[in-house]
T-cell receptor
Framework: AQTVTQSQPEMSVQEAETVTLSCTYD???????LFWYKQPPSRQMILVIR??????QNATENRFSVNFQKAAKSFSLKISDSQLGDAAMYFC?????????????FGTGTRLTIIP | GAVVSQHPSWVICKSGTSVKIECRSL??????MFWYRQFPKQSLMLMAT?????????EQGVEKDKFLINHASLTLSTLTVTSAHPEDSSFYIC???????????FGQGTRLTVV
């Protein structure tokens, strides 16, 4: 079974600074997808960024980028120019690429606080 | 973008009664939907995978007779918490994957309180 570990229960960053959230995972599969989701106080899950394991290039979405290290099974999220609206719980998630096994396995989350 | 609507957003019920939660994909067909449970300050735990036209697949430890799932159409899955007890109080979230895509879209969640 796959597991996802987020070792930082809480993180804080000054507004406009950069912060990196850590995520490691364990799997025996070679093809899979990794995600970062944001859950603000409304509790609506919002997709931040997605990475396909077969792609070596790190995904980027505006101020959000990942450092995907497949061999190390590491998938960190970097948020640049942090904004107050970035404050939320962030969950790292894993999904198999196998058809029919598309459930998401989530980490325990990191609560990000933005300091004005 | 694809939208998943979950209803109700919150519900309070008496112990022993049943509660139905609906999850609808508004602008796409979803052959598979997922139901998660989230306790306060914890992560999302998958309860079951809902498959259109067939029985749901439950995760280990989830009582299928207590958490009834029906996926009768390509746009609607329902979760019924039967004979609810206070320990069933939680936040329930559904998600659906759009056909041909690799994204999971989440409903707004339902906060269930059993008194």
């Amino acid at each position: 079974a796959q597991t996802v570990t987020q070792s930082q229960p809480e993180m804080s960053v000054q507004e406009a600074e950069t912060v990196t959230l850590s995520c490691t995972y364990d799997t025996s599969e070679s093809d899979y997808y990794l995600f970062w989701y944001k859950q603000p106080p409304s509790r609506q899950m919002i997709l931040v960024i997605r990475q396909e394991a077969y792609k070596q290039q790190n995904a980027t979405e505006n101020r959000f980028s990942v450092n995907f290290q497949k061999a190390a099974k590491s998938f960190s999220l970097k948020i640049s120019d942090s904004q107050l609206g970035d404050a939320a719980m962030y969950f790292c998630a894993y999904r198999s690429a196998d058809f029919g096994n598309e459930k998401l396995t989530f980490g325990t989350g990191t609560r990000l606080t933005i300091i004005p | 973008g694809a939208v998943v609507s979950q209803h109700p957003s919150w519900v309070i019920c008496k112990s022993g009664t049943s509660v139905k939660i609906e999850c609808r994909s508004l602008d796409f067909q979803a052959t598979t939907m997922f139901w998660y449970r989230q306790f306060p300050k914890q992560s999302l735990m998958l309860m079951a995978t809902s498959n259109e036209g067939s029985k749901a697949t439950y995760e280990q430890g989830v009582e299928k007779d207590k958490f009834l799932i029906n996926h009768a159409s390509l746009t609607l899955s329902t979760l019924t918490v039967t004979s609810a007890h206070p320990e069933d109080s939680s936040f329930y979230i559904c998600s659906a994957r759009d056909e041909g895509g690799h994204r999971a879209f989440f409903g707004q969640g339902t906060r269930l309180t059993v008194v």
